[in-house]
């Protein structure tokens, strides 16, 4: 291929970047608005399949794209891609609108079957990005472009919370009578069409060198079916549907035994949804191999950081979110910093290497988390975390690329980005167990006992003051009526420790008045809060504590990986 002329790559690269954030700002803003659509569509039971389904076919779609990519016009795929993304934007917004529908159901389940398409969409969006980056520019200049990848994604993230509240709370005033959640899926429609227009008007075909046109379906079928019931498997809440579960069990089973028939069927096709020669590359298998630990790694810093911000250093949702900023900053800069130092070195394997031992460093600092240790702390370590994953999300692509051959770089690139986000899925899965074991391991049995402790392992600290107000109106409520009978009941269901209902139903006993009998109720809930709260804390500085030292493993393991990842020159042209 030759290079394209100036302006053209200057369009496309902004319509595929541009494509990008909207894919990635989507998985962080859809979150913040969760809360208004399950109350506005009435659906709580379901409300977790908003997620799940998007990120099951989502998934299961990456592949695909990536194939595809090695048969067909590279514009064509990322032009399908948007445009079903878009499609799936435009109707998750009118989830509900019109009542219930013909074989949708009500607006959630209308909801979650626009999300599995819009997740179809959006599993292109990404590695379509490496892709295209990689038919504009050779090995040789491309790690700086593609260095812009990681940047697009951090931006994402810090504005998704923020954009998606804002729309929530106060989207209803753009257009009287639409609710304000539904702009969280609209906002997507005017830049994602000027990207289209980008993506249209200057991108050229980019007709790859394929020598078979045709898709095998037996293998995408059993891949993708393989993909699935294992996300499935790993998204099932835990607490309904355990590990040993039979349906938990009978879907990881179902996926090995599509896997099997998969490699199978691979072996004997010409024209596999994922070529396993691939994995005769030593640069490929590795890189994989590295991507699979750090995904892992990557998500599950982002994951349990905020739950230590607020259950342990007690701020508020919005300090947390804001103590990740720092995080986003510092992807950003290594992502970027990487990708032009990559292009102008021509090294690669030394930037991979010293960013993921300032990743282990940073991650053996957040071991070392206490109750004691200040926020301010926390966003440094997290910063430190971001710089040294920052060059993970271009520079593993950016060899894989070197090394295969062109005639598969779709596959071997959406491979890449499958093994990133299967590592995550996997790792998150793992490591939320990892916490409800620890929880109930540091948190003291009569404690879990005074308060429910399920109530507050689901909700932290803020379910626990919740807990804690609602007793201290009871018992009040029980006191004003002057029922000797009420007042034991209610003491008696009350989670609290024996000596202060004991203190309680004295004071009840020898008449003190109403108002001394208030202060008392509030003095001994607050004592007894203080009490489980502390405890908790300290539970969840353990048990975060512990994860981090899972995390710590993952790190070594794909620093191990990525030390036999070989050192090949960076190629100059496209062949």
């Known amino acids: 291929m030759n290079l394209l002329a100036s302006p053209e790559r200057r369009y496309t690269l902004a319509g595929v970047l541009l494509a990008l954030f909207l894919g990635a700002l989507d998985q962080t803003i859809v979150a913040t608005a969760l809360p208004r659509i399950v109350a506005d569509l009435q659906g709580l039971d379901r409300y977790a399949w908003i997620v799940t389904i998007y990120l099951l076919t989502f998934t299961v779609a990456t592949p695909i794209y990536g194939k595809l990519a090695d048969l067909y016009s590279r514009k064509a795929i990322e032009l399908a891609a948007i445009g079903i993304f878009l499609g799936g934007s435009f109707l998750c917004g009118l989830a509900g609108e019109f009542g219930p529908l013909p074989l949708l159901g009500d607006g959630m389940n209308q909801l979650i079957v626009f999300r599995a398409l819009q997740g179809l969409g959006g599993g292109g969006l990404f590695s379509l990005a490496f892709i295209i980056i990689a038919d504009l520019f050779p090995p040789a200049e491309r790690g700086r472009y593609q260095g812009f ?13 923020f954009i998606g509240g804002v729309l929530t709370d106060h989207g209803d005033v753009l257009v009287p009578g639409i609710e304000g959640w539904r702009w969280v899926f609209y906002v997507n429609l005017p830049f994602g069409l000027l990207a289209l227009g980008f993506i249209w008007s200057k991108m050229p075909t980019l007709q790859p060198p394929a020598t078979h046109r045709a898709l095998d379906w037996n293998s995408t079928l059993l891949f993708s079916g393989a993909l699935a019931a294992l996300v499935l498997a790993l998204q099932l809440d835990k607490q309904a549907h355990p590990w040993d579960a039979p349906e938990t069990i009978g879907l990881f089973v179902l996926a090995a035994l599509l896997l099997v028939l998969f490699v199978r069927q691979a072996r004997r096709s010409p024209s596999p949804i994922l070529d396993l020669e691939l994995f005769r590359g030593r640069v490929f298998t590795t890189s994989v191999l590295a991507l699979l630990f750090m995904g892992a790694a990557f998500l599950n810093i982002v994951l349990f950081a905020p739950l230590f911000l607020i259950n342990v250093a007690g701020v508020s949702a919005t300090v947390a979110g804001l103590s990740m900023v720092p995080f986003s900053l510092g992807v950003a800069t290594g992502s970027t910093v990487s990708g032009q130092l990559v292009s102008r070195f021509g090294h690669y394997r030394r930037f991979m290497l010293g ?15 206490t109750p004691e240790t200040p926020p301010g702390l926390v966003a440094l370590y997290l910063a430190l975390c971001g710089l040294g994953l920052g060059p993970t999300m271009p520079l593993f692509p950016l060899a894989i690329q070197n090394a295969v051959d062109v005639r598969r770089l779709g596959q071997a690139t959406s491979a890449a980005m499958l093994a990133r986000q299967i590592g995550g899925v996997v790792g998150t899965a793992v490591m939320g167990t990892v916490l409800a074991i620890s929880l109930a391991a540091y948190v003291p049995q009569e404690a879990t006992a005074q308060l429910g402790f399920r109530e507050g392992q689901r909700g932290g600290l803020e379910a626990v003051q919740a807990r804690f107000d609602s007793l201290a109106v009871q018992i009040e409520t029980a006191l004003e009526s002057h029922d000797d009978g009420r007042l034991a009941r209610t003491l008696q269901a009350a989670p609290l420790p024996p000596t202060v209902k004991a203190r309680l139903q004295e004071a009840a006993r020898h008449e003190v008045s109403t108002e001394a009998l208030q202060a008392l109720v509030h003095r001994e809930i607050d004592r007894a809060r203080q009490q489980v709260v502390q405890q908790l804390r300290r539970a969840f500085a353990e048990a975060i504590g512990r994860i981090y030292r899972y995390v710590l493993a993952l790190v070594v393991a794909g620093l191990i990986a990525t030390w036999f990842v070989p050192e090949l020159p960076l190629r100059r042209s496209y062949d």
């Open 149 to 161: 990848v990681g940047a697009v994604f951090a931006l994402a993230s810090v504005l998704g919370p």
């Open 355 to 369: 960013g993921e031992l300032l990743v282990l460093v940073a991650v053996g600092l957040l071991t070392t988390l």
